[in-house]
C-alpha cells in the first residue's frame, strides 16, 4: 500500500481486562495499526480522552506522526498528566504500527535503525515470607529469567525502628539465593524519615536498584538518599513527558529512569527521554506491568536507544488475572523470554499481530481495575 493513502478514518479503543486499554486507527484504505494506552486504575477517563482526539485527527494522514504528537499535545491548552498523555501514549504506538505495516518495516528501522538484537528481561515476583520469595525467584529462574524485581514492603509508618527492616533483608537475600539479580520496588510506600534509613541497610546486599525510593513529588528527598548510597536510584513510571524528567536529570537525583511507554507518550516521546538521558550518562529501564502492544513498543524503544539497560515485563504478574500477557496476539513467541532475554521484534510496525477477534470479544465484559486501598494500624490511609 502506497504511504499516500494514509488518511485516518477510524480510531476506536477497547477496555481490555485484566486493566488494558488497546488503541486501533484504521486508515481509509484499511490499513490497522495497534497501540496501548493502559492507565492501571483510570482505563474509563483514558477512554473518555480519545473524543478529542477523534475530533483532531479523523481525516488526519497518518504518516505524520511527530505532528500529530505536537497537536495532541500541545493543542488542548492544557497538556500533560497521566490521562491525556496516556491517551496520546496509545495513539503514537498505534501510528507507528500503521506506518510500519504499511511500509514493510519494523519501527526501530524507520527511527534510525537497531543497536542490539536483544534487551535483558526482567519478571516480578511477590509472597510476604522468605520461602515463598524463594520459591518464586526458582520459577523465575527456571523459565530462564535471571533477573527479578519485588516490592520492598506492605505499608510502613512514616516513623519507626530498623528492626522493621528485617523481614525485607531476609526476602531480599532469599531471592538472591536462588541464584538470580534482584532489583527492589519501594512502591512510593516509604516516607523520607524511614526511606533513608532502608536505602543505608540495603546497600550491602548488592541491589540491581532501588526503584521510588521515595514518590517522584520529592526530587530533594531523592537526590539526597542518591548522595548517602551507592545503589543505583530509580524511577519514572509517574513521569509523563520529557518535562518532568528533566530535574532529576538536573539534580542528579536517578541513575536509570523508568518511562512507561503506555503513559509517557509513547514511542516518540519515550525515545526523546532516553536520549535525554544518555547526556546525563543515565540508563533506562522501561516501566511495564502491562499488556502485549505496551510491550512491543518497548522492545522498538530497545532497538533503538544505546541506554536502554534491562526491560520489565509481566509474564505471570499478579494482576494478570484471567488474562495474561500473550492471550491477545497470535505470535507470543515474539515476546517469550529466551535464557533471560527478549529478542528485537523483526516484523513489521511494533512486531506483533493482535488477535482482534479476541479483542472485540472481551471488550465488550471490559474491565473496572482499581488498586487497593490501603490503611495504616491507626486507620489512617496507607500508600500503595
Given amino acids: 500500500m502506497a504511504l499516500a493513502e494514509l ?81 496520546l501514549s496509545g495513539l503514537d504506538q498505534a501510528l507507528w504500527d500503521l506506518k510500519g505495516k504499511a511500509a514493510g518495516l519494523p519501527a526501530w528501522e524507520m527511527m534510525g535503525g537497531r543497536v542490539r538484537d536483544r534487551i535483558r528481561a526482567y519478571a516480578w515476583i511477590g509472597g510476604d515470607r522468605p520461602h515463598e520469595i524463594a520459591d518464586a525467584a526458582k520459577a523465575r529462574r527456571d523459565q530462564g529469567f535471571t533477573a527479578v524485581k519485588m516490592n520492598a514492603t506492605a505499608e510502613l509508618d512514616w516513623i519507626g525502628t530498623p528492626r522493621l527492616f528485617d523481614e525485607v533483608i531476609q526476602r531480599v537475600q532469599a531471592a538472591q539465593a536462588a541464584g538470580v539479580d534482584v532489583g527492589l520496588d519501594f512502591h512510593g510506600r516509604v516516607h523520607r524519615p524511614m526511606a533513608k534509613q532502608l536505602a543505608k541497610v540495603l546497600e550491602p546486599l548488592g541491589l540491581l536498584f532501588i526503584e521510588e525510593p521515595l514518590l517522584s513529588e520529592n526530587p530533594e528527598g531523592l537526590a539526597q538518599i542518591s548522595e548517602l548510597v551507592s545503589t543505583p536510584i530509580a524511577l519514572g513510571e509517574r513521569l509523563y513527558s520529557r518535562w518532568d524528567f528533566k530535574p532529576f536529570f538536573e539534580r542528579g537525583a536517578v541513575d536509570i529512569i523508568q518511562p512507561d511507554l503506555s503513559h509517557a507518550g509513547g514511542l516518540s516521546e519515550c525515545r526523546r527521554i532516553a536520549a535525554m538521558a544518555e547526556a546525563y550518562d543515565v540508563a533506562v529501564a522501561p516501566h511495564c506491568p502491562l499488556g502485549p502492544l505496551a510491550l512491543a513498543a518497548c522492545l522498538q524503544l530497545a532497538a533503538n536507544a544505546p541506554n536502554v539497560a534491562i526491560q520489565e515485563m509481566s509474564l505471570g504478574i499478579h494482576y494478570n488475572v484471567g488474562h495474561d500477557l500473550l492471550n491477545f496476539i497470535t505470535d507470543p513467541e515474539v515476546l517469550t523470554p529466551q535464557d533471560g532475554y527478549l529478542a528485537i521484534p523483526q516484523k513489521a510496525g511494533l512486531g506483533v499481530t493482535i488477535d482482534e477477534a479476541a479483542v472485540r470479544q472481551v471488550a465488550g465484559e471490559g474491565h473496572r481495575w482499581r488498586n487497593p486501598i490501603w490503611r495504616q494500624h491507626d486507620g489512617s490511609f496507607a500508600e500503595w
Fill in 7 to 87: 488518511v485516518i478514518d477510524r480510531i476506536e479503543t477497547f477496555l481490555v481486562p485484566p486493566r488494558w486499554v488497546f488503541v486501533r486507527v484504521e486508515t481509509a484504505d484499511g490499513a490497522v495499526g495497534w497501540g496501548e494506552a493502559s492507565l492501571e486504575g483510570h482505563g474509563e477517563a483514558v477512554v473518555g480522552a480519545f473524543d478529542a482526539i477523534r475530533d483532531r485527527f479523523i481525516g488526519h494522514d497518518a504518516r505524520r506522526i511527530e505532528d500529530i504528537w505536537q497537536i495532541a499535545y500541545r493543542g488542548g491548552f492544557y497538556r500533560g498528566g497521566p490521562v491525556l498523555m496516556s491517551a
